[in-house]
């Protein structure tokens, strides 16, 4: 059941605009007076009277019918203007984009180096399909896979840096910070695009083509490593970049533990400090890369694989 | 007795063991006299900052999150089965319908949804396993779309269609049934994922508050203390850790036979990989 790629093409746009209107109505559906919220940010003013209040309604356009508030939110955000944070009162959209330029940063790096260890890993296990290394690399992924970012993190914490004292246990600066983020993202996808890349190979390796450069006298290696990892790679490439968008806004525990300041963290640190319109602009960037690395994925996918064949 | 089987038994004695301890011993009687204590035979797994009986929390911990997990999961395969069950027998524009919703919604990231359904719905359990349903339920509808689309163009259904039973009877009686074991499987290799999304929220602070010894919140607790006292943190980690694997071991087992293609096939257990746990971006299944 896949809609087809001109159907997701067509719709993004829609998807985005229906996002937009769910972002807006946010503070509605988690019942914040904005009125308040933003006075309480501006003047720590707890306990406000009337008058104060409904001036800041006006002020902010509160009283305004929900269309015109809704179109003026809009039109806001396609200039550019996500509104002030709650809480450092400084514009949103910048914060939103330096974090998302961190998180791209870890999240490029870590799915990145997944992809070529994944795939090393996977046409060895595939080459020795029930042999000590398919067994190895199989059990040890399997591990892998369950165990979380939540775990996995305060493990690397502990050896790596407490223990053996190699990298800085959190912050952001310098290169020796992105190591343990880029580890403790890196590892679950390693584990899952290594047993994807093994079954794809092993389906590739059955092959007629496979059989006919083998007969051609070819070594095994070269068949092996070039012919049949050439077709075998294309799905974990798509499923790399789909993860991607995933992680901008998702990587959530692991940029929190390790305090990298990237776009999870932000729209972390927007829940639990009621930053509504922090919450918001980190929303509405997320559901955009999610839904454009979505369609670039699509346009990679149909590059790579071979035309679709109906079967 | 196989060996398996052995490693079965034993498995169960000392869970059963485990939920024996933890019923005979508070997990929440504050002693601080005894801070912090490594394992012991009056403290199997130690105490924590409050000198809590660890193994008590640990087991009471795995009641709330393999509990809430459980429930996110059973009410995300419900509702997923019944969508995909239905745009399946409908088809035509319901069945387009489902797919572009459900390509959507996977570009978006799950914690995301999930924070956003905190935001609205608060720190509690409830909140918990809402969050974890929100968009859970979208492999689910994929796949029973998948199964049910196959079934329908059997002869069987075609015979039992033309016995003129009535839609109620011939998706409850007829269709179902039969996709129940790759759903059921599919359910066991989601669980992990569910409960690494569920006490991730609540290692992150969104889940219920203490004293509630769930084990994401336990395992938050015990980072704090990671430098001095690693083996706080060690024990409801190990704890997420078996019980993911566990559950994933039996969605592998069950999905076997289906992926062989027959119940009977020969020759050992195929070597398909099954849909993975994890990260939700799952495979598309076979065109």
């Not at chain 1, 306990?47 to 356009?61: F, N, Q």
């Not at chain 2, 949804?113 to 994929?142: D, E, H, K, Q, Y």
């Not at chain 2, 096939?265 to 076979?286: H, I, M, N, Y």
């Amino acid at each position: 059941m896949r809609s087809s790629r001109l159907q997701r093409l067509i719709s993004a746009p829609f998807l985005l605009l229906a996002f937009s209107f769910f972002a807006f109505m946010l503070p509605e559906l988690q019942g914040v007076d904005q009125a308040r919220a933003t006075l309480l940010a501006r003047s720590e003013e707890a306990t406000p009277d009337e008058e104060t209040l409904a001036a800041i309604s006006a002020e902010l356009g509160l009283d305004d019918p929900l269309h015109v508030r809704y179109w003026r939110y809009i039109t806001d955000v396609a200039t550019g203007d996500f509104g002030d944070s709650n809480v450092s009162r400084t514009p949103v959209l910048p914060q939103v984009l330096r974090a998302t330029l961190v998180s791209a940063a870890v999240v490029g790096l870590a799915i990145g180096s997944a992809v070529v260890i994944a795939s090393v890993l996977g046409i060895v296990a595939a080459a020795n399909e029930n042999r000590w290394p398919d067994k190895l690399i199989t059990g040890v992924a399997r591990v892998l896979v369950a165990i979380p970012v939540h775990v996995l993190t305060p493990i690397l914490v502990y050896g790596v840096a407490l223990r053996l004292g190699l990298v800085p246990t959190s912050g952001w600066g310098g290169p020796e910070h992105l190591i343990l983020p880029v580890v403790a993202l890196a590892v679950s996808p390693i584990a899952l695009f290594s047993q994807i890349v093994r079954s794809e190979m092993l389906d590739t390796l059955e092959q007629p083509f496979i059989r006919t450069a083998l007969a051609k006298g070819l070594r095994w290696r070269r068949v092996v490593w070039v012919h049949a990892a050439r077709v075998s790679l294309v799905g974990v490439l798509t499923l790399g970049s789909l993860f991607v968008a995933g992680l901008l806004g998702g990587a959530v525990i692991a940029e929190v533990i390790l305090g990298v300041p990237g776009l999870g963290r932000l729209l972390h640190t927007a829940v639990t400090t009621a930053d509504v319109p922090m919450f918001q602009g980190g929303l509405l960037v997320a559901v955009a890369i999610g839904i454009t690395v979505g369609l670039l994925s699509d346009g990679l996918s149909a590059l790579l694989s071979p035309p679709e064949r109906d079967a | 007795m196989t060996r398996r089987r052995v490693t079965t038994i034993l498995s169960l004695g000392v869970i059963a063991a485990m939920v024996v301890w933890a019923l005979t011993h508070d997990p929440n009687a504050v002693d601080l006299t005894n801070r912090f204590a490594g394992p012991s035979p009056s403290t199997p797994l130690g105490t924590d900052e409050l000198g809590r009986d660890m193994l008590s929390r640990v087991v009471f911990g795995g009641f709330i999150t393999i509990g809430a997990a459980t429930a996110a999961l059973v009410a995300t395969a419900v509702i997923g089965t019944a969508l995909g069950t239905l745009a399946a027998w409908r088809g035509g524009w319901a069945g387009s319908a489902l797919a572009l919703v459900t390509d959507s919604l996977v570009a978006l990231p799950e914690i995301v949804v999930a924070l956003i359904a905190v935001s609205i719905l608060g720190t509690n359990l409830f909140a918990l396993v809402i969050a974890v349903m929100a968009i859970g339920w979208l492999p689910f509808a994929r796949l029973s779309f998948e199964i049910v689309g196959r079934l329908l163009g059997s002869d069987y259904a075609m015979a039992a269609r033309m016995t003129g039973v009535g839609p109620v009877r011939f998706i409850g009686l007829t269709l179902l049934p039969n996709a129940a074991r790759p759903l059921i499987a599919h359910a066991f290799l989601r669980f992990p994922g569910k409960l690494l999304l569920l006490s991730g929220l609540s290692f992150l602070g969104l889940g219920p508050q203490p004293p509630t010894s769930e084990w994401g919140a336990m395992l938050a607790r015990g980072v704090t203390e990671l430098e001095r006292h690693p083996f706080l943190p060690l024990v409801p980690g190990l704890a997420i850790v078996i019980t993911g694997y566990a559950a994933a071991r039996i969605g592998r087992s069950l999905e076997a036979p289906i992926a062989g293609g027959g119940v009977l096939s020969p020759g050992g257990p195929p070597r398909t990989e099954p849909l993975s746990p994890g990260q939700d971006q799952d495979r598309a299944p076979a065109r």
